[in-house]
Nanobody, 125 residues
Framework: QVQLVESGGGLVQAGGSLRLSCAASGRTFSDLHMAWFRQAPRKGSEFVAAITWSGGGSYYTDSVKGRFTISRDNAKNTVYLQMNSLKAEDTAKYYC??????????????????WGQGTQVTVSS
């Protein structure tokens, strides 16, 4: 079992920044690939970013490239999502996800085995 707990969400003005954190427990963190997804009300889950267990590979959806950065600190069992230049369309609940196996279909929510409870990000325009 893997437990994931997100934090860092909140209300921010457009153009501002926010850093989300996801703390993992229950399994060796360095063995886990990690990802962030988001979901706005009445919309489906959208892939945001992913990072491999080694931290050597990172992937982003086109709409956040150049603005968001995913990173991890294995000593703290934590993955981060640094969000800069936030836009109103970034408003969503953001979820942390984990898997022990890398999958080429990382953009699909079904690829990931473990999920956090989500943290709300609201960007005012």
């Amino acid at each position: 079992q893997v437990q994931l707990v997100e934090s860092g969400g909140g209300l921010v003005q457009a153009g501002g920044s926010l850093r989300l954190s996801c703390a993992a427990s229950g399994r060796t963190f360095s063995d886990l690939h990690m990802a962030w997804f988001r979901q706005a009300p009445r919309k489906g889950s959208e892939f945001v970013a992913a990072i491999t267990w080694s931290g050597g590979g990172s992937y982003y959806t086109d709409s956040v490239k150049g603005r968001f950065t995913i990173s991890r600190d294995n000593a703290k069992n934590t993955v981060y999502l640094q969000m800069n230049s936030l836009k109103a369309e970034d408003t969503a609940k953001y979820y942390c996800a984990a898997s022990g196996r890398w999958n080429d279909y990382y953009r699909d929510h079904a690829t990931w085995d473990y999920w956090g409870q989500g943290t709300q990000v609201t960007v005012s325009s």
